[in-house]
């Protein structure tokens, strides 16, 4: 979808200039956009954000993990995991412990209230299936490019 002024700019003769339209990395980029925004409505209910909710994912698959394997997980710094944890501490849904054995570790919890909340979360995969459209197998072929697309782009990242 281009603005009115992007469809009438003029191009530069005799310039071959990659097109925005044409970029992998800008179709990606604008499909995040638009996750961001089915994702903000269907969340709503549950009065979490999108990175809130990932983390609750997280937490609902393996309750008791480190900050650092949460970090991890969801390929966040401690300077953006902790604000984010500390929010869904102050809503009650996780609480942060020292572990026992190791003092350096901060092991994460759900409360109550974190766990009652997984039921209302699953129903969120359904409704992006529905707004997504197509069959389970294009989603799940979809979901192995992208994985696959990831890897490629680690890998490239790593330094020689």
Known sequence: MLGREAMTAKKVPGQHSPRLEDQLCFAVYQAGH?????????????GLTYPQYLAMLVLWECDGLTVKAMGERLMLDSGTLTPLLKRL????????ERDREDERQVRLYLTAQGESLREKGGCVPDSMARAL??????RGGL???????RDALLAAAEPA
């Not at 638009?34 to 549950?46: D, K, Q």
């Not at 459209?133 to 294009?138: F, H, I, L, R, T």
């Not at 979901?143 to 697309?149: G, I, K, M, T, W």
């Open 133 to 138: 459209g197509g069959s389970v197998e294009s």
């Open 34 to 46: 638009a996750f961001n925004r089915v994702y903000r409505s269907v969340l709503a209910e549950l």
């Open 89 to 96: 501490e102050a809503a009650g849904l996780i609480r942060r």
């Open 143 to 149: 979901l192995e490019q992208l994985n696959a697309l």
